[in-house]
Structures are given as C-alpha cells and as structure tokens.
C-alpha cells in the first residue's frame, strides 16, 4: 500500500495542503500500479450497484481480480439476459474470477431487499463492503425539471443509497463491521447553475452519509464519501438522453426564458475529459485495505481536487465547532480522528 503521507487525510486538508493532496492521487494511482501493493481481498465480500458500466463495472472486476468475492447488481436484469450482465459473468468466467451478477434497482423496495438477500446468500453472512454507486445525470434549470425528473433523479441518487444502506446494516451492525462507500461527486460540494438537481442529490449524499458515519460509530461500520471530478463514463451518454426526454416535455414558454441556459446545460455532457476513471477503483480498493476504523470520512479523486479539498476543509472546521465540545464528541472522534 502506498505510504501514509501521501494519503490526503483529513488533517491534511485541514491544514489546507491542496497542493500536497493533487500530488497523492499521482502517488496513489502509481503505487496501485505496483504489483507489490496490491492487496489480496479473498475472503472478502463486496456488494456493488450500477455495475452495468462506468465506476460500477471498474470496480467489480477490479476488486474481483484481487481476490474478493464481488456481488455485481444492475436494474433491467431480464432474468440474468441483460448483455451487461452476460458479459461480466463472461470475463469472471474467462479470468476464474469470484464474481456473481444480481438484479437490484436501487428505485424499488422489493428489488433492493431480494438482491441484498441474495448477495448475503452468496457472502454466506453479512456484507463485508457495499459501494452505493448507480446513479443519473441530468441536467438543465431547476425551473424546468419537472416532477418527474426531480423524482427520477432523487429516488436513484440520493433514495437508492438509502435504501441500499437501510437493509444491508441489520447484519454490518450485529457482527460489528462493515464498510459502505457512497460515490457522491465535487458536485455533492460545489454548485454550478444548470445542473441543480444533480447538485442537489449529491449534497444530499454528502449530509446524509456523514451524520450516518458518526451515528455509526458506536457499532464499528465505517462510511467513506467519494467525491470523483469528471471522469469519461457513460453517464455522459445518458445524462444527454434524460436530458432530450426532459426537453420534450417542457412547455414552449419556459424553453423560450431559458435558452441561454438550456445552451450551456447541454455542454455539460462533453464526455469527461481525458481523466482515468480507474482512479475510483484504486481509491477504494486503498481504503478497504486500511484498518477499520482509520479510513477516511471523505476522499476526492481527480487530478485537480483543490476547490475540493477547501470545501471539506471548511465544512471539517464546521462540523468540528459543532461537535467536538458536546455530548457528541465522542462519535465525532471516531469518525474523525
């Protein structure tokens, strides 16, 4: 593992090495590349959504390859057809790798709560790690997201990582462990116009999961934030194409107010630059390795993560304001020691 100066931790970003924690991803992503780095994860159950493509697929068959026992979920599974899923069961196939591909979309109760039994079959007990990663882009002025996109988008985004949460802690809290990572964004910190909603789910994310991680603390489960930048995923594609459903629904007058608007909303799906989206895979993979109770409340992940690291750092000094003197102190600690 790499050294653990290079890890941009949070006393570091309290002290506002912005320039140290650009140079660690550059670290990182070179010690990962190191065969003597890698750590072995066999006997190590993971549980992970939105695997069709992207961070999702990424992680799967990366953390697969080092050894774990990966549970890859998807929505739209048709029975097991879906071609995303034929595939990863191919490359498992093909590499001998302990990977198994179940259904859950993250919007439906029953889903979640089937495939979350299902995995924990599979585990043969508790879930050692979820990564709560499906998720949407859209895009477009608050005004003109309708209903139903601003409920398309909560219930995936914000909804789905509660749900996910809700029913795999039953069995983290009872044996006392467990870790669950939650990809949020720089979005989930920092807000651009024209992509509010999205904004909105991922600021979400960032409050929901740090409360839980200090309310965990007591029971021994960790909660890391990951806070990718832009990243070429496929969430570019499909953000355009919510994007032109939305489009189609709104009415004449609001299309005419916000033109300008509408022009920029639709640069924001440029694809996500030229950037390694394995940097997520490695980041998490770096996390899991360290001893419970040491891995971070929050990690970004990009080449340039400075407006980022300022951002936890002054919401850090908030929250330590906040708590660190109370009847919560101790949990706080915990969580940020």
């Not at 890890?7 to 002290?15: A, F, Q, S, V």
């Not at 079959?121 to 209903?147: F, K, Q, T, Y």
């Not at 970004?300 to 908030?318: G, K, S, W």
């Amino acid at each position: 593992m790499p050294d653990r100066q290079y890890l941009p931790n949070r006393r570091t970003l309290l002290g506002g090495a912005s320039a140290l924690a650009t140079a660690a991803i550059v670290a990182r992503r070179a010690a990962a590349q190191d065969a003597a780095a890698i750590p072995d994860f066999s006997g190590k159950s993971v549980l992970i959504t939105g695997t069709s493509s992207g961070f999702g697929r990424l992680t799967s068959l990366y953390l697969a390859r080092l050894g774990a026992t990966v549970i890859a979920s998807m929505r739209n599974f048709d029975g097991g057809n879906r071609r995303e899923a034929i595939e990863l069961r191919q490359i498992a196939n093909d590499e001998n790798l302990n990977l198994s591909v179940v259904e859950i979309d993250v919007m439906d109760d029953a889903l979640v709560a089937s495939g979350v039994a299902d995995a924990e079959a599979i585990a043969g007990g508790a879930i050692d790690v979820l990564v709560n990663n499906a998720g949407i882009g859209m895009a477009g002025p608050i005004e003109i997201n309708d209903m139903e996109a601003v409920k398309q988008i909560f219930e995936t985004n914000l909804f789905g990582y509660h749900r996910m949460a809700h029913e795999v802690l039953p069995k983290m809290r009872a044996r006392g462990e467990g870790q669950i990572f939650n990809i949020s964004s720089q979005l989930g910190r920092i807000l651009l116009p024209n992509i509010g909603m999205y904004c909105a789910t991922k600021f979400g994310v960032e409050a929901m999961f740090e409360t839980l991680a200090y309310e965990l603390a007591p029971f021994g489960v960790d909660i890391t934030i990951i806070q990718p930048g832009g990243y070429p995923t496929k969430i570019w594609d499909n953000g355009a194409r919510y994007f032109e459903d939305l489009i189609a629904r709104v009415d004449n007058e609001r299309k005419e107010a916000y033109g300008a608007h509408l022009q920029l909303a639709q640069g924001f799906f440029n694809g996500g630059g030229s950037t390694d989206p394995m940097d997520v895979p490695h980041a998490i993979a770096e996390i899991i390795a360290m001893p419970a109770g040491k891995r971070p409340l929050r990690r970004p992940v990009h080449p340039n993560t400075a407006a980022t690291d300022n951002a936890n750092a002054a919401m850090a000094q908030l929250q330590t304001a906040v708590l660190a003197n109370g009847r919560y102190n101790s949990w706080h600690t915990a969580v940020t020691d």
